[in-house]
């Protein structure tokens, strides 16, 4: 049962243009949803992240859109720079249960000069 | 300040053997939770210890426990070690966010299974 899903395995971004990262969850009862960043052999780095009742939350070239309708939330990166290549992993937790996130499988960005 | 710091960075162990992975979190963080991350997938809640109580515990079978002690480092233990078991161990701190569940991770532990 997996209850937060990202579809693409890889995308490919050339500098300077935007990269926009995609997140499908199916449980409604979700109240934090978050972005980490994951370069190898470091742990997870938290980027950004949205509480259920915003639709919006942006912090510098970072902007994370939620739609609950859909249930799906996006993250922007503009402008991609080539540090941004690593892998990104969209998150969620309900209220209360902030130690346990619910993993995406993770995006891997390369961003090309 | 330190990060999350855990213990060791690499082990190989052989099948049905014990391991015991160590995690000392942010100085102040009260929580602690443990990951598994096998290769290409996201990582996996294990538990999440608060105040030295268990607060949450994932999909895993006994043969996986924790601990918090009194300075709230952590020890994950897992017996009768399977080839599965492989993968790259998590722990996280969280603060006075840990409600919104931004934790700050470690670098992991990855245990190899022969």
């Known amino acids: 049962d997996q209850q937060v899903k990202q579809n693409s395995p890889s995308l490919s971004v050339q500098e300077g243009r935007i990269s926009i990262l995609n997140c499908d969850y199916t449980n409604s009862m979700f109240d934090y949803f978050l972005w980490y960043k994951k370069y190898p052999a470091e742990g997870p780095t938290f980027l950004i992240s949205i509480s259920s009742i915003k639709d919006k939350n942006e912090d510098g070239r970072f902007t994370v859109f939620l739609n609950k309708s859909a249930k799906h939330l996006s993250l922007h990166i503009v402008p991609s720079q080539p540090g941004d290549s690593a892998v990104y992993f969209c998150a969620a937790s309900k209220n209360n249960q902030g130690g346990k996130l619910i993993f995406g499988q993770g995006t891997e960005l390369s961003v090309k000069p | 300040d330190a990060g999350v710091t855990q213990s060791p960075t690499h082990l190989i162990k052989t099948r049905g053997q014990h391991v015991t992975l160590r995690c000392s979190p942010i100085?102040?963080?009260?929580?602690v939770s443990w990951y598994q991350q096998v290769l290409g997938q996201g990582p996996q809640f294990i538990f999440q210890?608060?105040?030295?109580?268990?607060?949450g515990r994932g999909n895993f079978p006994d043969r996986f426990s924790a601990r918090q002690f009194p300075n709230y480092s952590s020890e994950l233990n897992v017996n009768a070690l399977l080839l599965g078991d492989s993968a790259l161990y998590l722990c996280?701190?969280?603060?006075?966010?840990?409600?919104?569940?931004?934790?700050?991770f470690g670098e992991g532990s990855r245990l190899t299974v022969l």
């Open positions: 996280a701190s969280g603060g006075h966010l840990a409600n919104t569940g931004e934790l700050f």
């Open positions: 210890y608060y105040e030295k109580e268990e607060r």
């Open positions: 100085s102040g963080h009260k929580s």
